[in-house]
T-cell receptor
Framework: GEQVEQRPPHLSVREGDSAVITCTYT??????FFWYKQEPGASLQLLMK?????EINEGQGFTVLLNKKDKRLSLNLTAAHPGDSAAYFC??????????????FGLGTTLQVQP | EAAVTQSPRSKVAVTGGKVTLSCHQT?????MYWYRQDTGHGLRLIHY???????EKGDIPDGYKASRPSQENFSLILELASLSQTAVYFC?????????????FGPGTRLTVL
């Protein structure tokens, strides 16, 4: 079945620097992708959902890139600030189970932004 | 806004005891999910349900049961709690159907089994 690998597991950057988190997946039939943010001690909040028909998606302070050829999804925080410090998870909808809405999660990246 | 609540928010249980974690959603969503989160393992799906009175096994169902008595409520049951079940448990709901629907997560329950 689908497998998702997320890198790096830990990332520390200075305020104003960019931060890039990458996920690779295995099933070329995967079509829907998600990024979640989890602040310390809190629940997961959806950051962005991406459909495979769109390769570049921009949010507030970040960009999500999808490379279908390489089966790679990346989250790029363009100018990180301390409020971005959190754990970030990518998730890929499981193409095998189809309409169940089942997601396959990466292991997460803990981002620390130093002032 | 979507609302998923969980109770209790934290619990200490004894090995061999029975534990019930509850989840309630007011989103009118058909799909509900139970995950556990462990350091180094991310989120792993335990059970899910797409309709009341029916549950499905996820990726790590052993040692857990689930119950969906109504569309709004989804429980996770540990009949004989073990040390290895110490983790944070998250409930989520989604519209389901089309598999692009995002999942809305509850605040989590921190379970410690001693």
């Amino acid at each position: 079945g689908e497998q998702v690998e997320q890198r790096p597991p830990h990332l520390s950057v200075r305020e104003g620097d960019s931060a890039v988190i990458t996920c690779t997946y295995t099933d070329p039939n995967s079509y829907y992708f998600f990024w979640y943010k989890q602040e310390p001690g809190a629940s997961l909040q959806l950051l962005m959902k991406v459909f495979s028909s769109t390769e570049i998606n921009e949010g507030q302070g970040f960009t999500v890139l999808l490379n279908k050829k390489d089966k790679r999804l990346s989250l790029n925080l363009t100018a990180a600030h301390p409020g971005d410090s959190a754990a970030y998870f990518c998730a890929v909808s499981d193409p095998i189970t189809g309409n169940t809405g089942k997601l396959i999660f990466g292991l997460g990246t803990t981002l620390q932004v130093q002032p | 806004e979507a609302a998923v609540t969980q109770s209790p928010r934290s619990k200490v249980a004894v090995t061999g005891g029975k534990v019930t974690l509850s989840c309630h959603q007011t989103n009118n969503h058909d799909y509900m999910y139970w995950y556990r989160q462990d350091t180094g393992h991310g989120l792993r799906l335990i059970h899910y349900s797409y309709v009341a009175d029916s549950t499905e096994k996820g990726d790590i169902p052993d040692g857990y049961k689930a119950s969906r008595p109504s569309q709004e409520n989804f429980s996770l049951i540990l009949e004989l709690a073990s040390l290895s079940q110490t983790a944070v448990y998250f409930c989520a709901s989604s519209v389901g159907g089309p598999n692009y629907a995002e999942q809305f997560f509850g605040p989590g329950t921190r379970l410690t089994v001693l």
